[in-house]
């Protein structure tokens, strides 16, 4: 069987979805492993570095001929038409809200694998994209907001006097959040953090930053057996708005990073905390691309407001680190696709009693088989 890897078609993408290591590892499963020419330039993998961990370099028609295909982003309606029926696709499909996307590769007769519905068992940690993406996006979160500050983060006492350290409070601290405080504490800052899942509280602290929440009833209950956060009631977050709004205002930096799966980023910095920040302010709002935690923040744009707050909204974070990211992600995919081939038949055998097929297998045999997105197949 063949494997293909593409040069991803969204010019914004950065990523690829295999690496050497990863094709050296499928080639050594016995499948022809094809990549696209150019598909690692911008994560600074050359062509030779593929052709050397023997792979074919390609063009986007081989993908017609491939068995298995590993993406970054779901397959555009173009792409799909080159795809054969049957073909497995693993990759970040997105699928919350685009049921149009959904139905599009149900009917391409693909087998769509959505990578970030991956459960979060201790036997796919390795395949799990969100963490691997979001723990360098926190990273990145903090190097970008250090650089349009115009200050320096740590505290420095020097001869020509004392600068004091920046203020930096992460709001929403899973695994991005977790990351940022890290970052942030390594150069220096004096860093706090909220969240509304109790478990954060001794991570933040266990970093070495101060913890700011409203720990009423609902906050007692806000996690979801899968990890995740509810979405809070409206009486939560008033609360919750008077409780940060006090602490904003006495920040530097911000970097928002709460979401809430398959629901809207919550809001959690309104236009009059954004004000009430002194000039020269930062904010980085990872969650703008699912409609941002920051009131006024623009997807794909860094924004200087009159007051001389800076508010950036830089998309597609982890792909600003791709030479990193690409190499986490692939290990991902390869991980996951590594337990569904047949040794034997050196061929890829989706086996549907799987817990980790049943939770990513959104479309197969020309039809929506997820049960969350069986409303796009109408
Ligand atoms: P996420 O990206 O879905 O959300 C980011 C953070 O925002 C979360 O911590 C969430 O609680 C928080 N948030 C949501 N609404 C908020 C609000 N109104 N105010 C403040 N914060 C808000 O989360 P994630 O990074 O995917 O992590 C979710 C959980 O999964 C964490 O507990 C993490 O440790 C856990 N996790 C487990 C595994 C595993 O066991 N294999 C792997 C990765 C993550």
């Known amino acids: 069987q063949t494997v293909f890897v593409p040069k ?53 028609g081989d993908a017609a001929k491939a068995d298995v295909i590993l993406k970054v982003r779901r397959p555009s309606d173009v792409e799909l038409k080159g795809y054969k ?31 970030e519905l991956m459960p979060r068992i201790t036997r796919a940690q390795s395949m799990d994209i969100l963490s691997s993406q979001a723990n360098l996006a926190g990273y990145q979160a903090v190097i970008d907001a250090a650089a349009e500050y115009d200050r320096a983060l740590p505290m420095m006492m020097t001869a020509a006097g004392t600068v004091p350290a920046a203020k930096v409070f992460i709001m929403g601290v899973g695994v991005a959040g977790l990351q940022a405080i890290a970052t942030a504490r390594r150069l220096g800052a004096v860093v706090t953090a909220t969240d509304v899942r109790p478990a ?25 057996a899968g990890g995740y956060a509810k979405e809070m009631s409206k009486e939560y977050q008033a609360k919750q708005a ?14 928002t990073t709460a979401l809430i799966p398959g629901r809207p980023a919550p809001k959690l ?6 004000a009430s920040m002194k000039a020269g302010s ?25 007051n001389g707050v800076k508010i950036v909204g830089h998309l597609n974070v982890p792909g600003r680190v791709a030479a990193s990211s690409s190499l986490l992600y692939a290990k991902n995919l390869y991980t996951f ?5 047949d040794k034997e038949k050196k061929a890829v055998v989706v086996n549907h009693d799987d817990e980790l097929v049943k939770a990513t297998l959104l479309t197969h045999g020309g039809k929506v088989v997820h049960a969350n997105f069986a409303g796009a197949a109408t």
């Open 8 to 60: 991803e078609s969204d010019v914004t993408e950065t990523r690829v979805a295999a690496s050497p290591e990863t094709v050296k590892r499928l080639a050594g499963l016995g499948l022809a492993v094809v990549v696209e020419k150019g598909a690692g330039e911008a994560s600074r993998i050359t062509d030779a570095d593929f052709a050397g961990a023997g792979a074919t370099i390609g063009k986007p």
């Open 85 to 115: 029926a049957g073909a497995v696709v693993l990759a970040a499909m997105d699928p919350y809200g685009n049921d149009a996307a959904v139905a599009a590769m149900a009917k391409a007769g693909i087998s769509a694998f959505a990578m």
């Open 200 to 224: 954060a509280k001794e991570q933040v602290a266990s970093l070495g930053a101060k913890f700011l929440a409203v720990e009423d009833e609902e906050f007692k209950a806000a996690e979801t």
């Open 242 to 255: 008077a409780l940060t709004a006090e602490h904003i205002a006495k920040q530097d930096i911000v970097i």
């Open 269 to 274: 910095v309104s236009a009059a905390m954004v």
């Open 282 to 306: 930062v904010i980085v709002d990872l969650a703008v691309e699912r409609g941002g935690n920051v009131e006024g923040s623009v997807a794909g744009a860094v924004i200087t407001l009159e």
């Open 337 to 341: 696709l590594e337990t569904m081939v």
